[in-house]
C-alpha cells in the first residue's frame, strides 16, 4: 500500500507587497501554489498511490473567491478518476471560511468531523484513518487524547492539524505530546501546521511533511509531501518528494577578503550559479565576513543590488528578492582614535546592550519612520518594537562606524 502525506496547500495565498520589488515574478509567484498541487496530483497518479492524507490548511484564511475552492475540488476529482481516495481534516486556516464549510467537494473526498474524532475504514485496502478536523480557527484543546483505539488487523494513521507542545512560528493549536500520540498505537500519524519538513518519530513514524509551495522569504529550501510505503501493516518507507515549483532561498555569501564592491559581487555571482536550473529561484542574499569593502558595500548599497540583479537576470530563472549587507570591516581601531567617531563608537556600542535606551531613541525618531518612502514602507523590515531588529541596528552602525574610523586613519 502506498500513501500521500501533504498539508498545508495555503492555495492562492496573498503575496502581499510583491508589486513594489523591482522585476518581481509576480504571476508565476501568485500561482506557484496551484501549481505545486497540480504536482501532487500528477505524484499520485504516477505513483499509483492507494490513498492521499491531506491534514488541513488547504486554504489560506477567509478566502472570498469562490474560484479557489473549485480548483481544489478539480483536483480532488482528478485523483478520483484515477481510483485515489483523499481523507481530509480542516485545519485552523480552513475554519476561518465559510466557504470551506458550503463547497461540495467530489465523493473520493472523506471529510473529517470536526465535533468528534471520526473514523474512515477501507478494508479492501487494510486501512483505518483516524482524524478531526478544527471547527473554529484558535483550537487550544488536546485533540488527540479523545482519538479512538486502533482497529485491529489494519494499518491505523492519526490525521492531527497540531504543533505538537510548540515549533518556532507556529501558533500552538490542538496542544498535545508525542508521548501522547505514541501511545495510541497507531502505525503512522500524518500531521500538519508546521510548514517545516520534520520527522518527529520513528516508531511510530510522526511526520510533519511541511507545506507544498515556500510562500515568502521565511520559507526557504525544498518543499513537497511524504509519500508512504507500507507492508503488512508496517511502514517500510518513508520519502520526501518536491512539489514545489518556485523556491525560496537564503543564501549567506561569505565575502571575507573581498577587497571591492565588483569583488564581493563575482563571489555572490558563483553561488547563484551553483543553484539547480529545473525550477524558479527567489533569493535573499546575505553578505558576511570581514572584508575591506565593508563601508563601500554599505554607502552603494543600490550598485551592489542592481549589479547582483543583473548577473541573476543572465543567469534565467532566477529573482533576488533582497539583498543584505552584514559584513564588518577587517579590524576594530583603538579606543580614542579619531576623536568624535571613536565617541560614537562607544556609544553604538552602549546602545546595543540597552534596549531601553534604544526603543527610547527610535520613539523619538518616529516622524522619520512616518517619512519613509511608501515603497521601502511596504517593504517592511522597519520594526523597533522588535529588540532583535534595534540589537542588529546598532550591530550595523557600530560596524559602519568602525569602518569610518579605519578609513579616516588611512587619510
Not at 204 to 212: L, Q, R, Y
Not at 320 to 335: H, L
Not at 374 to 388: C, L, W
Request: with cysteine.
Amino acid at each position: 500500500m502506498k500513501l500521500l502525506h501533504a498539508a498545508d496547500l495555503h492555495i492562492d495565498s496573498p503575496l502581499r507587497g510583491l508589486a513594489s520589488y523591482e522585476g518581481a515574478p509576480a504571476q508565476e509567484l501568485r500561482t506557484a501554489s496551484r501549481r505545486a498541487l497540480e504536482n501532487l496530483v500528477e505524484l499520485a497518479r504516477a505513483e499509483d498511490v492507494d490513498a492521499v492524507l491531506l491534514a488541513g490548511d488547504i486554504y489560506d484564511g477567509d478566502w472570498l473567491d469562490y474560484q479557489t475552492g473549485l480548483f481544489f475540488a478539480r483536483q480532488m476529482s482528478a485523483l478520483g478518476k484515477a481510483g485515489i481516495d483523499v481523507y481530509l481534516i480542516s485545519g485552523n486556516h480552513d475554519a476561518q471560511s465559510s466557504i470551506t464549510r458550503r463547497l461540495r467537494l467530489p465523493g473520493n473526498v472523506r471529510v473529517f468531523d470536526t465535533a468528534q474524532p471520526q473514523t474512515f475504514r477501507d478494508e479492501r485496502l487494510g486501512l483505518a484513518v483516524h482524524g478531526q478536523g478544527f471547527a473554529r480557527r484558535e483550537v487550544k484543546d488536546n485533540l488527540a487524547v479523545r482519538y479512538p483505539a486502533p482497529l485491529s488487523g489494519l494499518f491505523n494513521v492519526g490525521l492531527l492539524h497540531t504543533a505538537l507542545t510548540g515549533r518556532e512560528g507556529h501558533e500552538e493549536y490542538a496542544p498535545c505530546k508525542v508521548g501522547e500520540l505514541q501511545a495510541k498505537g497507531y502505525q503512522y500519524w500524518a500531521l500538519g501546521h508546521v510548514h517545516t519538513r520534520e520527522v518527529v518519530c520513528e516508531d511510530p513514524w510522526i511526520v510533519f511533511p511541511g507545506n507544498i509551495q515556500g510562500r515568502h522569504a521565511r520559507e526557504t529550501g525544498p518543499k513537497g509531501c511524504t509519500l508512504v510505503t507500507v507492508d503488512d501493516l508496517q511502514v517500510t518507507g518513508v520519502e520526501h518528494r518536491d512539489l514545489d515549483v518556485a523556491r525560496w532561498e537564503h543564501l549567506r555569501v561569505d565575502v571575507t577578503g573581498a577587497e571591492d564592491l565588483d569583488e564581493a559581487a563575482t563571489l555572490v555571482a558563483k553561488r547563484l550559479r551553483d543553484l539547480p536550473a529545473e525550477r524558479l529561484h527567489a533569493v535573499r542574499v546575505s553578505l558576511t565576513g570581514r572584508t575591506p569593502a565593508h563601508l563601500e558595500l554599505n554607502r552603494e548599497r543600490e550598485r551592489l543590488v542592481n549589479q547582483i540583479r543583473l548577473i541573476a537576470t543572465d543567469l534565467g530563472a532566477l529573482w533576488v528578492e533582497k539583498v543584505r549587507v552584514e559584513t564588518r570591516p577587517p579590524d576594530t581601531p583603538g579606543e580614542g582614535t579619531a576623536g568624535l567617531l571613536a565617541d560614537l563608537q562607544r556609544t553604538a556600542r552602549e546602545l546595543r546592550l540597552d534596549h531601553g535606551r534604544l526603543h527610547d531613541l527610535v520613539a523619538r525618531s518616529e516622524l522619520l519612520r512616518k517619512g519613509l518612502p511608501a515603497d521601502v514602507a511596504e517593504r517592511g523590515g522597519i520594526d523597533p518594537g522588535d529588540p532583535q531588529w534595534l540589537t542588529r541596528i546598532a550591530e550595523e552602525a557600530m560596524d559602519l562606524l568602525a569602518a569610518m574610523v579605519a578609513e579616516s586613519r588611512e587619510t
